[in-house]
């Protein structure tokens, strides 16, 4: 059967296919808005993907996004280091951030354990966590996993993991839809859900 489009139309539409939460129809209409815009602006947005990549990297203390070794809140000598927010990806990180309610630093895992993909405590920065306790002097952990399957057995597992360092453990409370992310939540509902945190017994 012949391809419906010419091979770069289907090669854009494949490549844009892969991107999360984009599925076959997303990614064709993406295409054609993309195929129609001038080439400046395809250009410019070209050259945001390429230098995104090259300048961006991982913090070396919390694995948020940074330019530099680390990222602007590790830099920031204000932020309390004794109190420590646990979230999965760092876009979290910005949601948490416009509350104003948090001012403790982070830790990014990368991602959430789910063991029908494969992905366990191995697979996230789990063993960069629990090495920042001690030299830290960490009084407590905060995990603000999503509010899902994944996100409860990951802060289950870190609650457990924890309990030999005599840290406080807590968890973000109600107010977070079950089954819902971060990144969605409004402002006021992630903050009541930081005031109203709760401890952790594993």
């Not at 939460?21 to 209409?29: D, F, N, V, Y």
């Not at 808005?33 to 945001?48: Q, T």
Request: glycine fraction near 8%; aromatic fraction near 4%.
């Amino acid at each position: 059967m012949a391809a419906v489009y010419t091979q770069p139309v289907q090669a854009l539409i494949d490549e844009l296919g892969r991107l999360p939460g984009i599925g076959p129809k997303s990614a064709q209409r993406i295409a054609f808005h993309l195929l129609k815009l001038p080439n400046d602006d395809v250009a410019r947005l070209a050259i945001a993907i390429t230098e995104a990549k090259a300048k961006v990297r991982f913090c070396s203390r919390c694995w948020n996004v940074a330019e530099g070794e680390l990222c602007p809140i590790c830099l920031d000598d204000r932020r309390d280091s004794t109190v420590l927010c646990v979230v999965e990806e760092s876009r979290d990180i910005v949601a948490i951030e416009k509350t104003g309610e948090f001012r403790g630093r982070y830790h990014v895992l990368l991602g959430a354990m789910s063991p029908l993909e494969g992905i366990g405590p191995e697979q996230l920065k789990m063993k960069e966590l629990f090495a920042r306790i001690e030299p830290e002097d960490v009084q407590e952990v905060i995990l603000c996993t999503n509010p899902n399957t994944e996100g409860e057995v990951t802060a289950m597992y870190i609650a457990r993991m924890m309990k030999p360092f005599g840290v406080r453990v807590t968890r973000i409370a109600s107010g977070l839809p079950v089954g819902g992310d971060l990144e969605y939540a409004d402002e006021l509902t992630l903050g009541r859900a930081l005031e109203g945190r709760r401890d952790v017994t594993a």
